[in-house]
């Protein structure tokens, strides 16, 4: 049966090291706007804590041209490549990254849905962008020697559990191949550099792009209700608007705890929402094709085929680019 299971098909995907070949050519091209950095936060060790690293890189894009103050600017911070299996979400930061350096035509589809072309420009003027195009660098590592459903990171934690919200809770049906949320919160290099992002950077929009459905959550995640208030509601329509531009209508849009069927404990969007004050906190879920055997990893989280992944990678590029994500 393995034999039947698709493969990366790398004449479409990019690899691990060709994406951050791309990713520093594109910051080299475009050092007045954009610029790479590696996050490490302090490491509490033990002397029975195995050595394990994994910086997080982190490209800034400030399309009115870097500066040293964000006060005015509106702060987005997006993830990409949290799971290893996940690796749409990883091309879909590169072309981003691509679309960030040369706008026009993101901008123009943009204008086509309605937009003020004078207000899009206004807006990515005034904003900064921090993006990771791979959190999960050692777990896509494992994906190219073979391990196709691998999700954790190198110490096989389940980053998304490990933040500081509802740590640790366990469901039921708990399955620590699959959501080990480490040993304590932020045990993890991955997402204590990802916190130390965010507390310094304290931004208005926080994306977290995962694959395995179609989806457009917001919080909470480990409980099943929505947050009350204006933000909430805010969120939400956002989410809905984004809905018809990126999903087809095909996405479900609520909190990941009440629309996925399941709550999940200690994760990003929790936290950012909750601890750190961020208004528009979600997580998108991309593409995931369901009907895909459990074991066909590469096939439920990735689409196989180069028009099925134009059409993802487009679409959810463009997402970024609506302007009610910029307000
Ligand atoms: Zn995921």
């Not at 949290?82 to 996940?86: A, F, T």
């Given at each position: 049966m393995a034999g039947e299971w698709a493969q990366v098909d790398y004449s479409i995907y990019h690899t691990k090291d060709q994406v951050f070949e791309e990713v520093e050519q594109l910051v080299a091209a475009n050092p007045k706007i954009m610029r790479l950095d590696e996050v490490v936060a302090p490491e509490e060790r033990t002397p029975s804590t195995p050595a394990y690293a994994s910086p997080l890189k982190v490209v800034t894009v400030e399309p009115g041209g870097l500066s040293n103050n964000h006060n005015k600017k509106l702060r987005l911070l997006l993830n990409y490549g949290?799971?290893?299996?996940?690796l749409i979400t990883v091309e879909v930061a590169l072309r981003l990254l691509a679309s960030l350096a040369d706008p026009g035509p993101a901008l123009a589809r943009s204008v086509q849905r309605g937009h003020s072309p004078h207000l899009l420009k206004h807006l990515l003027h005034s904003s900064v962008f921090k993006i990771v195009p791979m959190e999960n660098e050692v777990g896509r590592a494992a994906v190219e020697r073979g391990q196709l459903c691998e999700r954790k990171n190198g110490r096989s934690v389940d980053t998304n559990r490990n933040w500081e919200v509802h740590w640790g809770f366990k469901e039921k049906d708990y399955d620590p191949k699959e959501e080990f949320p480490g040993t304590r919160p932020f045990s993890e290099p991955e997402t204590a550099a990802m916190l130390r992002v965010a507390q310094h950077f304290k931004p208005h929009v926080w994306m977290n792009a995962h694959s395995g459905m179609e989806a457009l959550f917001m919080p909470y995640d480990h409980m099943a209700h929505i947050p009350e208030g204006t933000a909430a509601l805010a969120t939400q329509d956002v989410l809905q608007q984004l809905n018809n531009i990126s999903c087809g209508g095909r996405c479900a849009v609520g909190s990941g705890g009440k629309s996925v069927g399941y709550l999940a404990h200690g994760t990003a969007t929790d936290y950012m929402y909750e601890r750190l004050g961020v208004p528009l906190s979600f997580t998108w879920e991309i593409y995931g094709d369901t009907k895909a055997h459990f074991n066909d990893c590469f096939r439920m989280f990735n689409p196989v085929t180069q028009a099925q992944f134009d059409e993802v990678v487009g679409n959810w590029t463009d997402a970024v680019f609506a302007h009610r994500v910029w307000h």
């Open positions: 949290e799971h290893g299996r996940e």
